[in-house]
Structures are given as structure tokens and as C-alpha cells.
């Protein structure tokens, strides 16, 4: 992997902020380009950048980028992505009237790889491992003790077109992939647009996140795996429209397990005329799929758009999450809404689910997420929240 290059328009600004306009005083974005392994502290000013391949920040090194950036992936290169390994900070503070905002050339989903990020946070995978290695065709390790391990901070960022394929036919990237993040690290006001894989996937860990909108991504909205298990997550936001499998999909690796994520304020909207990613042979259209031990508390959730013949609010698809989950009280779902009539819940095929009192209520009050719009959650003048 060449060693990390930016282009001499960079170089005299990256410790002394941004150029101006002598005239007005207007700040002038700088141009360039990011490429490679950064293996010292840098901080990338304001400006507009291309991605040039897979850029790593390595162990030790801290990696800050100005509010308002943009940097732009091109398929045409290869595959581009930032990548944070294990020890490695990312600070991305936009702000809600200047988002740090991540893209690609084509507008094309799938073009890209998005931010994926690693810790040492603990895991529990199939038949118990606590270490993996990872599925973006990357192929690193993932897992660890650190519960409280610190990535950086992810704040008003938009990743679009990402989720993409690699060409051996199993591995994918998502606009935000998470290996084993811990609590330490904040993620606040994130979107992953138009991808081509899931929006959102947490692989175990602890980490929390807030202000997640997922919009217009062809697999899952958000998905998780591995035992993650963040307690601090709010206001999560989903859009499906034109492609999109399940809103959520939950599940725990096989491992029937005590521990859970806790989410509250969740809306999950599916437009019409929105087909699964595989086509109608694909019956991935739920709003919440629980499979493979997945379990978590969710409260105060809003559900629209879920009208596909067969498809039901929550379904559970596996009879030993049923067994050990559900009637186990693992799985709570309180102050559901559901606006279009769809069933509340169901078993795969001939599994008869029956929640325990208390474990899944509904209300006809709920508001689902609560989130603030702005320029952060506006692409080509359309409000996402809308």
C-alpha cells in the first residue's frame, strides 16, 4: 500500500487551518487528495478531497478532519474506503450547517467501501469465539477486552453510495461498519445514503449511537451481529424506497446470551413500490427480523410502509430465538405504532410466537425518532426526514 500522499495544494495547510480570500475573507476550500497509510497525527483543513484507493489510520495516530470537508471516492480507481484500525482515532466534527460528507463520483451505490472502523471491544461470534476476522474483504481481527475502547468521534456525517461488493462474491462493506467499537468512542448525527449494502452494522462491541438516519440502502437499514450490545442508542431513522430488505435485523451469532442493546425513538418507514434486494424470491421485506438468538430493548417505535403480502411488523425466524428470546423475556418491543395495519408479529413458516405480558405493547401515541433536520440530512434539496 503506497505511503500516505496529499498533493502540495494540502500540504501547507493541514497545521495551520484553511487559505482565505485576502479580499473578503471569505475561507477557500483546499483541494487534494487522500491516499495510503497515515501513520503520523494530521489534521485534514477544510477542503474537497478525492479518495484514492483504501486509506488506513494506523494504531497510534489521530486523524482530524475540519467541519464542511468533502471527500469523493471514483469506482473507477478501485476499491476506495476509510479505514480506522484498532487504536487509530477518527475525529469528524461537522456540523449540522456544514456535515462532513463523504461520496463518489457516479452517484451509484455499491461505488465504495464508506467508514469502517475497528476496536478491541468485546465480541461473541459463532460457537462463542471472541476474536474474528473481518467480512470486508479486508480480512483483519476484530475482538478483545476493552469494553470502553475509543475510536474517535463521528459527528454530522454522510456517507453516500457506499456498500460495496468485493469481487469474490461473499465479502461487502457497508456505509458504516463497526468490528468490536467500544463505548468510548461517539458516533451523533451519522447518515448513510443510497448504499448497496446495509446502512448501518455493528460487528459486536459496545459502542452507542444516536441521530442515525438510514436512507434508501438496498440490504438492511440497520443490522447487527456478534453480540453487540451498546445501551445509549437513540433516534434511529429508516427510509427503504426503490430497494431494501428488513429495517432491522437482529441477530447474536448463534449464542443464546443475556446481554443486549437498548434502543429508543425508532422509526421505520418502507415506501411503496420498494422490492427486496434478491427480487420477489426474497421474502426480506419485514420491518424487524430477529434470527440466530438477536435480542434487545426497543421502546417507543414507529412503523410504516411494511404492506407486502406476507410481511408482518417483527418476525421471528428461527424456533430457538423464539425458545430462548422470546419466551426467555430477552426480546422486549414497548409502545409500537403501526399506521398501515400490518400484523404485528410473527413466526417463520408454521412458528407460533407468543410474547410474554409486557414484552411487546403497543400505543397509539408514539412518535418513533426524534431528530433535528438541517443541511446534514438534506441531499439534492430533499429533506430525508421528510
Same mark, same amino acid.
Given at each position: 500500500m503506497k505511503n500516505l500522499f496529499l498533493s502540495l495544494t494540502i500540504l501547507g495547510t493541514l497545521f495551520t487551518g484553511c487559505s482565505t480570500d485576502d479580499e473578503d475573507g471569505v475561507i477557500a476550500p483546499v483541494e487534494g487528495e487522500l491516499t495510503g497509510s497515515i501513520t503520523t497525527n494530521r489534521t485534514i483543513a477544510y477542503g474537497n478531497y478525492t479518495l484514492n484507493g483504501i486509506v488506513t489510520i494506523e494504531n497510534g495516530v489521530t486523524v482530524i478532519f475540519d467541519a464542511g470537508s468533502t471527500v469523493t471516492a471514483n469506482a473507477t480507481n478501485g476499491v476506495d474506503a476509510i479505514v480506522v484500525k484498532n487504536g487509530g482515532k477518527l475525529i469528524m466534527n461537522g456540523t449540522a450547517a456544514q456535515?462532513? $460528507?463523504? @461520496?463518489?463520483? *457516479?452517484? $451509484?451505490?455499491?461505488?465504495? !467501501?464508506?467508514?469502517?472502523?475497528?476496536?478491541?471491544?468485546?465480541?461473541?461470534?459463532?460457537? !462463542?469465539?471472541? +476474536?474474528?476476522?473481518?467480512?470486508?474483504?479486508?480480512?483483519?481481527?476484530?475482538? !478483545?477486552?476493552?469494553?470502553?475502547?475509543?475510536?474517535?468521534?463521528?459527528?454530522? $456525517?454522510? #456517507?453516500?453510495?457506499?456498500?460495496?461488493?468485493? +469481487?469474490?462474491? +461473499?465479502?461487502?462493506?457497508?456505509?458504516?461498519?463497526?468490528?468490536? #467499537?467500544?463505548?468510548? +468512542?461517539?458516533?451523533?448525527?451519522? #447518515?448513510?445514503?443510497?448504499?448497496a449494502d446495509d446502512g448501518f452494522e455493528f460487528y459486536g462491541g459496545t459502542v452507542s449511537a444516536s441521530n442515525l438516519i438510514s436512507y434508501g440502502n438496498f440490504d438492511d437499514s440497520f443490522d447487527w451481529q456478534d453480540g453487540w450490545k451498546g445501551q445509549n442508542n437513540s433516534n434511529w431513522y429508516a427510509c427503504q424506497t426503490g430497494t431494501g430488505n428488513?429495517?432491522?435485523?437482529?441477530?447474536?451469532?448463534?449464542?443464546?446470551?443475556?446481554?443486549?442493546?437498548?434502543?429508543?425513538?425508532?422509526?421505520?418507514?418502507?415506501?411503496?413500490? %420498494?422490492?427486496?434486494?434478491?427480487?420477489?424470491?426474497?421474502?426480506?421485506?419485514?420491518?424487524?427480523?430477529?434470527?440466530?438468538q438477536g435480542n !434487545?430493548?426497543? *421502546?417507543?417505535?414507529?412503523?410504516?410502509?411494511?404492506?407486502?403480502?406476507?410481511?408482518?411488523?417483527?418476525?421471528?425466524?428461527?424456533?430457538? @430465538?423464539?425458545?430462548?428470546? $422470546?419466551?426467555?423475556?430477552?426480546i422486549k418491543l414497548t409502545a409500537v405504532k403501526i399506521?398501515?395495519?400490518? %400484523?404485528?408479529?410473527?413466526?417463520?413458516?408454521?412458528? *407460533? #410466537?407468543?410474547?410474554? %405480558?409486557?414484552?411487546? %405493547?403497543? *400505543?397509539?401515541?408514539?412518535?418513533g425518532a426524534n431528530i433535528t433536520t438541517g443541511v446534514w440530512a438534506t441531499v439534492g434539496g430533499v429533506n430525508l426526514l421528510q
Open positions: 456535515p462532513i $460528507v463523504l @461520496t463518489e463520483s *457516479s452517484a $451509484v451505490p455499491g461505488s465504495w !467501501g464508506g467508514i469502517i472502523m475497528y476496536g478491541d471491544a468485546p465480541i461473541n461470534g459463532s460457537g !462463542g469465539t471472541t +476474536t474474528r476476522a473481518s467480512e470486508d474483504g479486508l480480512n483483519l481481527m476484530y475482538g !478483545g477486552t476493552n469494553a470502553s475502547h475509543n475510536g474517535g468521534t463521528l459527528r454530522y $456525517v454522510r #456517507v453516500e453510495y457506499a456498500g460495496k461488493k468485493i +469481487t469474490d462474491g +461473499t465479502s461487502e462493506m457497508n456505509g458504516f461498519s463497526f468490528y468490536s #467499537v467500544g463505548s468510548g +468512542t461517539i458516533l451523533e448525527n451519522l #447518515v448513510s445514503y443510497k448504499g428488513f429495517g432491522m435485523e437482529i441477530e447474536a451469532s448463534n449464542n443464546n446470551n443475556s446481554y443486549f442493546p437498548v434502543i429508543s425513538n425508532i422509526t421505520l418507514i418502507r415506501k411503496p413500490n %420498494t422490492n427486496t434486494e434478491g427480487g420477489s424470491s426474497a421474502a426480506e421485506y419485514d420491518a424487524i427480523q430477529f434470527k440466530k !434487545g430493548d426497543f *421502546s417507543n417505535i414507529l412503523i410504516s410502509g411494511y404492506t407486502t403480502s406476507g410481511a408482518t411488523a417483527v418476525r421471528i425466524q428461527d424456533a430457538g @430465538t423464539n425458545t430462548d428470546q $422470546v419466551n426467555g423475556s430477552k399506521n398501515d395495519g400490518t %400484523t404485528q408479529f410473527a413466526g417463520a413458516g408454521a412458528l *407460533s #410466537v407468543a410474547f410474554p %405480558t409486557g414484552q411487546y %405493547t403497543t *400505543s397509539t401515541t408514539a412518535t
